[in-house]
């Protein structure tokens, strides 16, 4: 089955910085790459995603960029701020489920943004 | 209330009790999805309901039981838990549909076993 690795396990960075979360997977039919991000005591909130058809997608600060020939996607965070500061989890969809979504997770990277 | 909701957020028991885990989604949803998070270690999915029948049980103790009643309600009912399964227990709910789309998550019941 699908098998996701995500690094690194923490991240710190001055405020203003850039932030790069890199996440593999194993499964080469994946098709779907969502990024999650969780604060402290609160519910995961998706931030981005990415289906396999596209190399990257921005949002604002964040950005997510695929490679599917090395089997791996990054999540990337520009002029960090504190309330940025969060673990952020990675995650792919195997292909073949119908109609739900078989998210596996990579084991999330805490990022602190110091002011 | 909007959103996915969860009730209760905390719960403390014994080996020998059994309880129950409600989740509720408000967001016309027809696929439910229970994972459990432990520190240090990756969210675990255990059981997803897609049209009110489940579809992945994906190796889960039998000390867990899931019940799905309709689309908007997912149950987790425990029984003779053992100390590791102290975790968050959170839910998910997501809309079924041809390609992979947003799951969005409640806030979790934080399990503490003893």
């Known amino acids: 089955g699908e098998n996701v690795e995500q690094h690194p396990s923490t991240l710190s960075v001055q405020e203003g910085d850039s932030a790069v979360i890199k996440c593999t997977y194993s499964?080469?039919?994946?098709?779907?790459f969502p990024w999650y991000k969780q604060e402290l005591g609160k519910r995961p909130q998706l931030i981005i995603d990415?289906?396999?058809?596209?190399g990257e997608k921005k949002d604002q600060r964040i950005a997510v960029t695929l490679n599917k020939t090395a089997k791996h996607f990054s999540l990337h965070i520009t002029e960090t701020q504190p309330e940025d500061s969060a673990v952020y989890f990675c995650?792919?969809?195997?292909?073949?489920?119908?109609?739900?979504?078989?998210?596996?997770f990579g084991t999330g990277t805490r990022l602190l943004v110091s002011p | 209330e909007t959103g996915v909701t969860q009730t209760p957020r905390h719960l403390v028991m014994g080996m020998t009790n059994k309880k129950s885990l409600k989740c509720e989604q408000h967001?016309?949803?027809?696929?439910m999805y229970w994972y459990k998070q432990s520190a240090k270690k990756p969210l675990e999915l255990m059981f997803v309901?897609?049209?009110?029948?489940?579809?992945e049980n994906n190796s889960v103790p039998s000390r867990f039981s899931p019940e799905c009643p309709n689309s908007s309600h997912l149950f987790l009912h425990l029984h003779t838990l053992q100390p590791e399964d102290s975790a968050l227990y959170l839910c998910?709910?997501?809309?079924?549909?041809?390609?992979?789309?947003?799951?969005?998550f409640g806030p979790g019941t934080r399990l503490t076993v003893t």
């Open positions: 995650a792919a969809s195997p292909a073949g489920n119908t109609g739900f979504q078989k998210l596996v």
């Open positions: 990415i289906r396999s058809n596209v």
């Open positions: 499964d080469s039919a994946s098709n779907y």
């Open positions: 998910a709910s997501s809309q079924v549909v041809a390609v992979p789309y947003e799951q969005y």
């Open positions: 309901y897609s049209l009110e029948e489940r579809v």
């Open positions: 967001l016309g949803h027809n696929a």
